[in-house]
C-alpha cells in the first residue's frame, strides 16, 4: 500500500519561506522520480519541481525557479521542498508523487501553503 505523507505546510507572509516534506512509503523509492506538485483553488494540479533518483538532477517550473529548491533523502524515503520568496501566487495545497505519471491512488492528503501579503 503506497502511502505519500505531505507536511510544513501554512501560513507565510508574502518573502517568507516554507520547507515541505513528504514521507514515502510502499513504493520503491530509491528508482522513482519524485515531483512537488500544487493546486490552487479553481486551477488544474500542475508539477513544480521534480527530483532524479539519487538527487542527481532537479527540474522546476518556471514560475519557481530560483526560488525553490527540491531534493531527497533515499535513507529516510523523504523528498522535500525548500521554498524562498514566497509569493501569493504560491498559495496553494502542495502534493508529492512519483513522476513521470503520478498515479491518481497515490495522491495524498496534501499539505496547505497560504502566502498572504
Known amino acids: 500500500q503506497v502511502q505519500l505523507v505531505e507536511s510544513g505546510g501554512g501560513l507565510v507572509q508574502t518573502g517568507g519561506s516554507l520547507r515541505l516534506s513528504c514521507a514515502a512509503s510502499?513504493?520503491?523509492?530509491?528508482?522513482?522520480?519524485m515531483g512537488w506538485y500544487r493546486q490552487a483553488p479553481g486551477n488544474q494540479r500542475e508539477l513544480v519541481a521534480r527530483?532524479?533518483?539519487?538527487?542527481?538532477?532537479?527540474i522546476y517550473a518556471d514560475s519557481v525557479k530560483g526560488r525553490f529548491t527540491i531534493s531527497r533523502d533515499e535513507a529516510r524515503n523523504s523528498v522535500y521542498l525548500q521554498m524562498n520568496s514566497l509569493k501569493r501566487e504560491d498559495t496553494a495545497v502542495y502534493y508529492c508523487?512519483?513522476?513521470?505519471?503520478?498515479?491518481?491512488?497515490?495522491w495524498g492528503q496534501g499539505t496547505q501553503v497560504t502566502v498572504s501579503s
Open positions: 508523487n512519483i513522476f513521470p505519471g503520478a498515479p491518481e491512488k497515490y
Open positions: 510502499g513504493i520503491i523509492f530509491s528508482r522513482n522520480t
Open positions: 527530483v532524479t533518483p539519487g538527487g542527481t538532477r532537479a
